[in-house]
């Protein structure tokens, strides 16, 4: 689903994307097992270029995102060290956790936002 204002990057994955540069990018990235062998997303690209394949970074999280979603690699996490592949239960938790917060932070900034504009055209 593409998020309104970030059509040209936020499209759905293409087949070039899904049958070219997926199953490279799942290939590096089972390999990333523990945070300290975690690989960064200008890492991923400078890797993708440097190879002929095209794509930027917002392609790459948009690939993450359908990886970790569809259940392509379990338990795949992102830190500001990169993206890893994590087996210790408590980590993870923490991380679900983390994810949970950062969600409801962004819709109590959405919420706010649609009251002050209701509050704005009250009667307009």
Same mark, same amino acid.
């Given at each position: 689903?593409? %998020?309104? #204002?970030?059509?040209?990057?936020?499209?759905?994955?293409? !087949?070039?994307? =899904?049958?070219?540069?997926?199953? +490279?990018?799942?290939? #590096?990235?089972?390999?990333?097992?523990?945070?300290?062998?975690?690989?960064?997303?200008?890492? %991923?690209? !400078?890797?993708?270029?440097?190879?002929?394949?095209?794509?930027? $970074?917002?392609?790459?999280?948009?690939? =993450?995102?359908?990886?970790?979603?569809?259940?392509? =690699?379990?338990?795949?996490?992102?830190? $500001?060290?990169?993206?890893? %592949?994590?087996?210790?239960?408590?980590?993870?938790?923490?991380?679900?956790?983390?994810?949970?917060?950062?969600?409801? $932070?962004? +819709?109590?900034?959405?919420? $706010?936002?649609?009251?002050?504009?209701?509050?704005?055209?009250? #009667?307009?």
């Amino acid at each position: 689903m593409a %998020i309104n #204002g970030f059509e040209e990057i936020t499209y759905e994955l293409t !087949d070039y994307e =899904i049958n070219v540069l997926l199953p +490279i990018m799942e290939r #590096g990235l089972r390999k990333r097992i523990g945070k300290e062998n975690a690989i960064t997303s200008n890492e %991923i690209l !400078d890797k993708c270029v440097n190879a002929g394949y095209k794509l930027n $970074s917002a392609r790459i999280r948009k690939l =993450i995102n359908y990886i970790r979603v569809n259940h392509v =690699i379990p338990f795949l996490m992102a830190s $500001s060290k990169g993206y890893y %592949i994590e087996h210790d239960k408590v980590k993870m938790i923490e991380y679900i956790e983390s994810l949970e917060k950062r969600a409801k $932070s962004i +819709i109590n900034v959405s919420v $706010s936002l649609r009251k002050q504009l209701n509050n704005r055209f009250v #009667g307009v």
